[in-house]
Structures are given as C-alpha cells and as structure tokens.
C-alpha cells in the first residue's frame, strides 16, 4: 500500500469504546482442539506480548478474523474462531478491553485483552467462549 | 508397628470407633494398645459383619491409562505449532504431569478406595502441560510447568458449594489433598 494512503488510514483510526453488548472473534489453532472432553485447550487464552489479541465484531466478520492469517503466510483451514461477549470478557478478573487498531498490518478491528492469563483467568476464559462460530471443518470464505 | 505389613498388601478401612495411634500406619480401637491386643483383635474382627476388607491396587483403572497414553500426542508438537511462537512439549514435562497424575491417584486410592476421574492432558502456555478436570459442578485446573524450578498453578471452583482454591503446589510433595476437594 502507498505510504501516504497508510498514513492518511493511521490518522482516522482512532481508538473506540468497545460496547458491552458487543463480541471479540478469536483464532484457535487446530492443535489445541485436543483434549478429549472440552472443545479446546484453555492454553489459547494467553497474551502476545502485552496482551490477548482479538477482532472486535464492529470491525470483523469472524470469516475476516480466520483469512487474515494468510498475511502472515498462515493457512486459514488450520483455524476455527470463537465469540466472546465483551461484558463476559470484562468480568473476569483484572481483563479490560481495549481497542487498539493494527496499522501496519491493516487491522481496524484488532483488540487487546489486557490482563494475566493465569489458571484462574483461563479457566473463566474458557467458560464464556463456549461459541465456536466457525469451526476447523467450515470451508474457508 | 506397621499394620499392613503383618497383612501383605491387605489395607483395612477404618470403622467408626476406631482410632488411628500416632506414628502407627493403622486403626486401632481406643481399648486396644498392644500388638498382642491389636493382632487377636483383628482375628476377631475378620468373623466381624462390621469389618470390611479392601485389596490394594496398585493398577491403574483403564480410564486414567487411556488419558496418558492420549496424552502421548502432546510430544509431537513442534516450536511454533501455533504459528504464534508456542513452544514444543518436552518428553521430561510430560513425564512430570503423568507423575503427579498417577502418584496421587494411586495414593488417594489407597486413602478411599475410590479412584479419581481422568483429566484431560491439554497443550499448556510455554511448554507446560495442563491438567484439566471439567465435572458437572467443579472445574480443575493444575499447570505443570517446563521450567524445573516453577511450581504449579493451579485453580479450582466448585459451583455447588462455592469453595475455591488457588495457588502453587511443590510436585515433589503428596499432593493428594487436591484430589479429595475435586472428588468430594
């Protein structure tokens, strides 16, 4: 992409309130659909880096959220992607939400949840995104 | 005096009216105090309705078997099996969580004569393995960590009865506690 045209993107991209009311779509790799009686492994709620990154449902379709990975030279059928519910995810302890637009990689829906990831924090992760809306076996879109 | 020894493996449950001496790995009844006392009186418990005798086991049921031998399959994940930097499962990791699973299953067998429900062995953070009990009313959750020198995490909630628990465990301890408040 032109650089002036990213720039230009990078002065409208503000950062928003994410409404309670709203999802957060989220890429689970295929190797942690494991075990043998939950959908998938906790160990998927952890933070890259400062924080757990996400796609909020303003700005992301959950077929947007499983495709963006071929930038990065990934396979999406290597991927299902699940909803949480923006107030779920808020009422675990010490998680906040916070929109933060990845210009460089051309992302206005990615979002941070920031907080520790520990066994506490992944176990409730794992309650409250039951969802799995798009599963390892969907074709891509 | 170590009561299973003069019994093999026999482990005897306790009754109600027994006592367990200090130091002494047995139940005695409060009259009893010598081994000549606690030796006829057991002979004469044996004829007794209210005696119950448990063979011990030292076997694993099917179920915990069939979970680590799953399990397994954790050692084929490489570095970067996510595609987001995960770190592959080391053979010495594994053998950690299926030791800490299998000791005190084993003990907690022999303390109750039940065994525990199978966990699922799941891909943790960082190399470590997750150990991970999803029942009806309580959740589980022990990390056993790849670092040598880290202790475990853990986390537990019972909906039922509203109790938690968290914090760190020492593997190289008895660890059964853990186990009572997941299957009581």
Known sequence: MDSNVADEIALTWEAENV????????????????????PFAPAIFKNNGEGMSTDWSKYSTPNDTRN????????PENYAVIEMLVADVKSIENQTVEHTPDIPNLNRAHTDVFGEKDEEVRLKFSRIAQNIVIKLEDPIQ | MAFERSYGKTRFLQQPFWKQPEGVD????????????LETYIEFCKTESNFREVETRNE????IK???ETSKQLLNYEDDWDGEGALRYSKHTLDKAEKFMTDNALTFWRENAVWIIAPDFCPGPNG???????LEDRELLINIPANENNLAGYYGDNAQNGSIIKGKLNLTEQNEWILMWLMK
Not at chain 2, 128 to 134: A, C, E
């Open chain 2, 128 to 134: 470590s393995i997750d150990l991970l009990w999803k």
């Open chain 2, 26 to 37: 047995a139940w005695l009844p409060k009259e009893k105090k010598t081994t000549f006392e």
């Open chain 1, 19 to 38: 409404p309670n009311e709203d999802f957060l779509y989220m890429r689970v790799h295929k190797g942690f659909f494991h075990p043998r009686h939950i």
């Open chain 1, 68 to 75: 963006r990975v071929k930038q990065f030279g990934k396979m």
């Open chain 2, 60 to 63: 694993l049921p099917s179920e």
């Open chain 2, 66 to 68: 069939k979970a680590i």
